[in-house]
């Protein structure tokens, strides 16, 4: 030989072709070792085509073909029937939020007028019991005459007791002279009388009070009705009664 060798070395030429038909050859082995372990292999990767064999179906077997594609369809419908089941919950979960959600909002604004309730007409019952007083005020003012020194003192505390009240929404009304309102007023009596058309108010016991415009006692009143007619003189010649 023209090339000298050392003694126990092996050298052999291999053409380039054959190992890499070797290399794919392990490759292709390799794949469809995964894929008959139930994890598919090279899926998504180029060059790779995935085969009935690799699915783990016998080639030329149209009965294990048609049972795995029969699996599959299964497999789908089951999936689609779970995914309808969940958007049914998802939509039933998303309309419970929204019913929450106003009855949420409805109570807010009902303990919002339940709020604003208590604060105008929290102390309704303070006011009735109050009003007793102003009634006996204006009683004492009614039975004193106007240039009686004491008279000028009652109107002072009767003035300035009204205008506390007033800061609280209190109002004071009379209903002398106006036609009788049963939302305004309560009629006691009535009054026979031709100085006063029907109906119309010529007494007033009580003053009627509102707090913020709510009515907390009417005012109490006689109503003119129409007088009697008068008895007809007796005829001339006839005897009165004896």
């Known amino acids: 030989m023209a090339e000298s060798h050392e003694k126990g070395a092996f050298q052999a030429d291999i053409p380039a072709n054959a190992v890499e038909e070797a290399l794919r050859s ?13 994890q598919p ?35 789908l419908e089951l999936s689609q029937s779970k995914a309808r089941e969940t958007l049914d919950r998802l939509k039933d979960e998303h309309e419970r939020l929204l019913r929450a959600a106003a009855d949420l ?37 009614a039975a004193v005459a106007d240039d009686d020194p004491l008279a000028k003192g009652v109107r002072m505390v009767r003035s300035t007791l009204e205008q506390a009240l007033a800061k609280h929404g209190v109002k004071g009304f009379s209903a002398m002279g106006t036609p009788f309102d049963p939302a305004l007023h309560e009629a006691l009596m009535q009054v ?23 009515l907390v006692r ?17 005829a001339d010649g006839e005897a009165g009664p004896e």
Do not use: C, W, Y
Request: aromatic residues 2%; charged residues 25%.
């Open 105 to 141: 909002e409805n109570f807010k604004k009902r303990a919002a007028r339940e709020r604003d309730e208590v604060q105008k007409f929290g102390n309704e019952r303070l006011l009735k019991d109050l009003l007793p007083a102003l009634d006996g005020l204006d009683r004492a003012l």
């Open 41 to 75: 292999a090279g899926a998504g990767e180029p060059g790779v085509e995935i085969t009935p064999e690799a699915e783990g179906v016998p080639a030329g077997d149209p009965a294990a073909l048609a049972a795995r594609v029969q699996l599959l369809e299964t497999q």
């Open 26 to 38: 392990v490759e292709r082995i390799s794949h469809g070792e995964e894929a008959q372990a139930g």
């Open 218 to 234: 009417p005012a109490m009143v006689g109503v003119a009705v129409a007088p009697p007619p008068a008895a007809a003189p007796p």
């Open 192 to 214: 026979p009388t031709a100085d006063a058309a029907p109906g119309t108010v010529v007494l007033e016991h009580a003053r009627g009070f509102t707090l913020n415009d709510r």
